[in-house]
């Protein structure tokens, strides 16, 4: 597999590690479910990157199954922390949404789901450090416009539709600041609760 998926680090890195390209994520270390899950969005459109939608296309499940646990299995290093390019009033917002939420607005807290160290959970959780915050934002802006969806009910499609621009530049900003935690593997299986039904990753 390791050499099947050379074609994947052209864009991902090697091991899945990422890359200096702000707009693909690292794979590496993610739960084996949520890789699959992603794979399976852009063989069937509910993920729309053409690309990726190009190479999917044929691919057969079991054969996206293996490619999902190859990168899980991968841990290379987190990339080192860049200067944060946004004010501490920023910062100070995104952390107040990533580890409170705003009840308020109905936004429960990133940590909620992603794990009080935002490493994810076993199946389909994925960890939200080692991505940059251009990315971070694509994606929550993907799922907010529709553009990125899963499996009903699409709890990020939900939470996001109530972040507005200033939010989502905040938690990306203040996501990509923190630095590596001891352990960055997710957290096993019904280590917590979900706040809510979630179609990748039901409780």
Same mark, same amino acid.
């Given at each position: 597999?390791?050499?099947?998926?050379?074609?994947?680090?052209?864009?991902?890195?090697?091991?899945?590690?990422?890359?200096?390209?702000?707009?693909?994520?690292?794979?590496?270390?993610?739960?084996?479910?949520?890789?699959?899950?992603?794979?399976?969005?852009?063989?069937?459109?509910?993920?729309?990157?053409?690309?990726?939608?190009?190479?999917?296309?044929?691919?057969?499940?079991?054969?996206?199954?293996?490619?999902?646990?190859?990168?899980?299995?991968?841990? #290379?290093? %987190?990339?080192?922390?860049? !200067?944060?390019? *946004? /004010?501490?009033?920023?910062? &100070?917002?995104?952390? +107040?949404?990533? $580890?409170?939420?705003?009840?308020?607005?109905?936004?429960?807290?990133?940590?909620?789901?992603?794990?009080?160290?935002?490493?994810?959970?076993?199946?389909?959780? #994925?960890? %939200?450090?080692?991505?940059? !915050?251009?990315? *971070? /934002?694509?994606?929550?802006? &993907?799922?907010?416009? +529709?553009?990125? $969806?899963?499996?009903?009910?699409?709890?990020?499609?939900?939470?996001?539709?109530?972040?507005?621009?200033?939010?989502?530049?905040?938690?990306?900003?203040?996501?990509?600041? %923190?630095?590596?935690?001891?352990?960055?593997?997710?957290?096993?299986?019904?280590?917590?609760?979900?706040?809510?039904?979630?179609?990748?990753?039901?409780?």
């Amino acid at each position: 597999m390791e050499a099947r998926v050379q074609a994947c680090t052209i864009c991902h890195g090697d091991e899945g590690k990422g890359t200096n390209d702000v707009y693909f994520p690292r794979l590496a270390g993610k739960p084996a479910g949520y890789l699959y899950n992603q794979l399976l969005a852009f063989r069937t459109g509910r993920r729309h990157y053409p690309p990726m939608n190009y190479l999917l296309e044929f691919l057969p499940e079991p054969y996206l199954k293996a490619m999902a646990e190859y990168f899980a299995e991968q841990h #290379p290093p %987190l990339p080192a922390i860049a !200067p944060p390019e *946004v /004010s501490q009033e920023v910062l &100070a917002h995104g952390q +107040g949404l990533v $580890t409170h939420g705003d009840a308020a607005r109905s936004i429960p807290a990133c940590a909620s789901c992603h794990g009080a160290s935002l490493t994810g959970m076993e199946p389909a959780i #994925p960890g %939200l450090l080692g991505l940059r !915050p251009a990315y *971070v /934002s694509a994606q929550l802006g &993907a799922w907010r416009y +529709g553009t990125r $969806t899963a499996k009903a009910p699409d709890c990020m499609q939900v939470v996001a539709g109530h972040l507005t621009e200033d939010d989502v530049k905040a938690v990306a900003a203040w996501l990509s600041s %923190l630095p590596a935690p001891a352990n960055a593997s997710p957290a096993s299986k019904g280590t917590y609760t979900l706040p809510f039904d979630c179609g990748s990753q039901p409780n």
